[in-house]
């Protein structure tokens, strides 16, 4: 378990930068979202409803069938979902980022430096992120 440690840490270090990059409430110490007319799928129940979801300083604050009111001085974001569909951050607990990048002879070509195979590493976290994974564990 030990040399997992390092591992852990690049894991932490990423999700850390691709979190700072989508959210900064230091530049909006309010920040409010509303994402109207979605199809939700809460991860527990195999139905789904059409409704509204209030999200306030990036946590869930209301799920709501009917509309959601809220103060319009406050400095809010509005999306209209059009109907789409909206579920939680999906989990990937075995994934090698690493190796989504990059191909075996690849990380084997010594002109591969640790910082070249870092930003490909993110660039994949990046990635995944925008494909709906919220939580991932790289095993290496």
């Known amino acids: 378990m030990k040399n997992s440690l390092p591992l852990l840490s690049a894991f932490l270090v990423l999700s850390q930068s691709l979190f ?4 900064t409430p230091e530049t909006n110490p309010k920040n409010i979202l509303l994402i109207n007319n979605v199809e939700i ?4 129940e195999e139905k789904t409803l059409i409704g509204n ?3 306030i300083n990036n ?4 799920i709501s069938t009917s509309s959601i009111v809220i103060d319009k001085s406050a400095n809010i974001k509005i999306i209209d979902g059009k109907g789409k569909f909206l579920m939680p951050g999906l989990i990937d607990n075995h994934v090698h980022l690493a190796l989504n990048t990059t191909s075996q002879m690849e990380l ?9 195979l870092d ?3 993110r660039n994949e976290g990046m990635k995944m992120l ?3 994974f919220t939580s991932i564990r790289d095993v290496g």
């Open 20 to 23: 700072a990059q989508i959210s």
């Open 41 to 44: 799928f809460n991860g527990k």
């Open 119 to 121: 930003a490909l590493t």
């Open 59 to 62: 946590l869930i604050s209301k």
């Open 53 to 55: 979801v209030l999200i």
């Open 108 to 116: 084997l070509d010594t002109s591969l430096t640790a910082e070249k």
């Open 130 to 132: 925008l494909r709906g």
